[in-house]
């Protein structure tokens, strides 16, 4: 994750800084945000302040002081946040599925809104008795704080004192706003608005290249049944597609990986959807189509079947002469489908793993199947291999690409989709 530290150093020691136009989020696709909510009254605004987050791409997971949960309760977090809410350090229940050091390392960035003085005192000067403390001090994370608070404890020499040492130690301060505050006050120390901290927060982040891109792309190969044991399959390994599906979620992108059998892990921050059959595979390929909002690109690298038998039989097949005649049957062309989908992708891309002809019969394919791009290679320098050499064709010609680490080729492949897709906005 790269951490943005020249926009990092611009919003620290300023009571009211600008952070751009609310809504610039897209740093914050696929980063993962752990929001440390401490007791003030400004705590009921972190109901819209995850709201905002997760609209802007990230994971959000909350941890609560015991004083938070007088002024917002840890259900309203969950159901927002989709996950459960971290409130005591010594939680049996919550160290076994997600350690308190665990989730300390999870997080891209930590965000304590609000921050009351008391909690920014505490933090200055390393106490770690409850679950945020300690987060805060293992964390590898870089740390964001919305400071809120009356306006007499704001300009209190000890508050200043310690609102200076976070700074110098590198945490990115966050506001306060001015105005009425609710003990009736008006002055510096309302929390800044739930869309000035998510913007602030997001410029700390380079952007991607797909940040916010929505992609489905497929993977491995498919097996179809001849009986309970048996099966006809193929040599593809997935590591194309899985090294396309880690860089593009590198690169911000939402990626939800269809994958057959493969014995590869999933990558992270990334969705993963296991099939078997090439039915199966169709099946999730449309169902990806109309679960969300239109996908910006699918990706069909998945070396499908063409054919499946005819029938599987229920027991397994005995051996019995010395020939044995197969009736298969075809399967349904998966990209070709998506192609022609009312609910179509803005980028369909095509891979053609090829044994002869490699540039011929990718430009076929790229015409008949009506896709916007294709990705040919050779087909037996590719199955189980971790390096490939491209060919990227499309309506305007084709490209060669040198032969290189299946990551680095990934990283190339998709710059020229975020390119096309750029073209399309």
């Known amino acids: 994750m790269a951490f943005n530290d020249s926009a990092k150093k611009s919003s620290q020691n300023s009571p009211s800084p600008s952070h751009g136009a609310p809504g610039q989020t897209l740093g914050l696709a696929n980063k993962r945000v752990l929001l440390g909510i401490t007791g003030g009254i400004a705590a009921y605004k972190c109901a819209e302040l995850t709201r905002l987050l ?14 938070a949960t007088e002024f917002v309760t840890p259900l309203t977090l969950q159901a927002l946040s989709g996950n459960r809410v971290h409130l005591d350090l010594l939680d049996t229940e919550a160290e076994a599925a997600m350690g308190h050091i665990e989730l300390a390392r999870w997080a891209d960035l930590v965000l304590i809104a609000p921050a009351t003085a008391n909690s920014i005192a505490r933090i200055v000067h390393g106490e770690a008795d409850d679950i945020l403390t300690t987060l805060i001090l293992a964390t590898p994370a870089p740390i964001a704080f919305a ?21 110098e130690r590198g945490f990115l301060q966050i506001g306060p706003g001015s105005g009425e505050q609710a003990c009736g006050d008006v ?37 179809e049944a001849l009986d309970p044991v048996r099966y006809i399959s193929n040599h593809s390994s997935g590591k194309m597609a899985f090294a396309l599906a880690a860089e593009a979620a590198a690169m911000g992108a939402k990626v939800t990986l269809i994958s057959g059998p493969v014995a590869l892990p999933t990558p992270d921050r990334v969705s993963r959807v296991d099939v078997v059959s090439a039915l199966d595979m ?9 679960a969300e909002d239109q996908l910006d690109a699918f990706i069909g690298v998945a070396a499908v079947a063409d054919y499946r038998p005819a029938q599987c039989a229920d027991e ?38 090829e044994t002869e002809n490699v540039v011929a019969n990718g ?19 590719t199955f189980n291999s971790d390096s490939v050499a491209i060919t990227v064709i499309d309506a305007q010609g084709t ?3 040198a032969e290189g680490n299946k990551h680095l080729v990934a990283r190339q492949l998709l710059t020229k989709i975020a390119d096309k897709l750029t073209q399309q906005d």
Do not use: Y
């Not at 609209?55 to 004083?67: L, N």
């Not at 400071?147 to 700074?167: E, H, I, K, R, V």
């Not at 002469?321 to 989908?341: F, R, T, Y």
């Open 282 to 290: 169709h099946a999730a390929a449309l169902a990806a189509l109309t």
């Open 363 to 381: 430009q076929g394919k790229l015409a008949n199947k009506k896709l916007d791009l294709l990705f040919a290679n050779q087909a037996t320098d």
């Open 187 to 223: 002055g510096l120390g309302r929390l800044a608005e739930p869309e000035e901290i998510v913007a602030a927060c997001a410029a700390q982040f380079e952007v991607g290249a797909l940040a916010g891109r929505q992609l489905v792309i497929t993977a491995g190969p498919t097996r």
């Open 54 to 67: 997760i609209k802007a791409g990230a994971e959000v997971r909350v941890a609560m002081t015991a004083s």
């Open 147 to 167: 400071p809120a608070m009356n306006q007499g404890m704001w300009s209190d020499a000890a508050t200043q004192a310690n609102l200076a040492t976070l700074c």
């Open 316 to 353: 397994k097949i005995k051996k019995s002469g010395d020939e044995m005649s197969l009736a298969l049957i075809k399967n349904p062309d998966i990209i070709a489908e998506v192609a022609a989908h009312s609910r179509r992708p803005k980028l369909v891309v095509g891979f053609a793993a």
């Open 399 to 401: 490209q060669t690409l």
